[in-house]
C-alpha cells in the first residue's frame, strides 16, 4: 500500500500571493552582500543571481551592483552557487532569525 505525501493545500494563486505568507524575523543586518563589486558593476553581464532568486531579492534595474532585499529571502542558496563569479558573500541568518515555513 503507498502512502502519498500531505500536500498543504495553496489558496493563493500569484507568487506574490504565496511569498507575502512567509514569515521573515529581520535580524537587522543582511546575510548576503557580494564579494568585489567591481566584478558586478565592470565584469558581469549574465547577472545570475538576478534571475535565478525565486524571491526578487536581488535587483539590478540599470546593471552596476544590485541592490539586496534581504528581508525577502527564502534561504534556498540559489545566488550563491549561481553568480559565475563567486561573488556571492552568503551565510545563514542570526540564529532565531530569518525565514521560517509552515509546511515542510
Ligand atoms: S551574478 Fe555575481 S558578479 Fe554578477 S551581478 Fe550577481 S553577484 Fe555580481
Ligand atoms: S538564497 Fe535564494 S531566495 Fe535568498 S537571495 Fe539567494 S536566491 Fe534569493
Redesign the pocket.
Known amino acids: 500500500m503507498s502512502v502519498s505525501p500531505r500536500v498543504p493545500t495553496v489558496e493563493n494563486d500569484s507568487i506574490e500571493d504565496r511569498l507575502y505568507t512567509v514569515k521573515y524575523d529581520d535580524p537587522g543586518d543582511s546575510h548576503l552582500d557580494?564579494k568585489v563589486p567591481g566584478?558586478?558593476a565592470e565584469?558581469?553581464e549574465?547577472?545570475?543571481?538576478?534571475s535565478v532568486c525565486p524571491a526578487d531579492v536581488?535587483r539590478?534595474e540599470d546593471g552596476g551592483?544590485?541592490t539586496i532585499a534581504y528581508e525577502n529571502c527564502l534561504e534556498c542558496g540559489s545566488?550563491r552557487f549561481?553568480?559565475?563569479?563567486n561573488?556571492?558573500s552568503w551565510e545563514y541568518p542570526e540564529t532565531g532569525s530569518g525565514v521560517s515555513f509552515s509546511h515542510g
Do not use: E, I, L
Request: with cysteine; net charge neutral.
Open positions: 557580494v566584478f558586478c565584469r558581469c549574465s547577472y545570475d543571481c538576478v536581488w539590478a551592483v544590485p545566488c549561481a553568480c559565475p563569479y561573488n556571492v
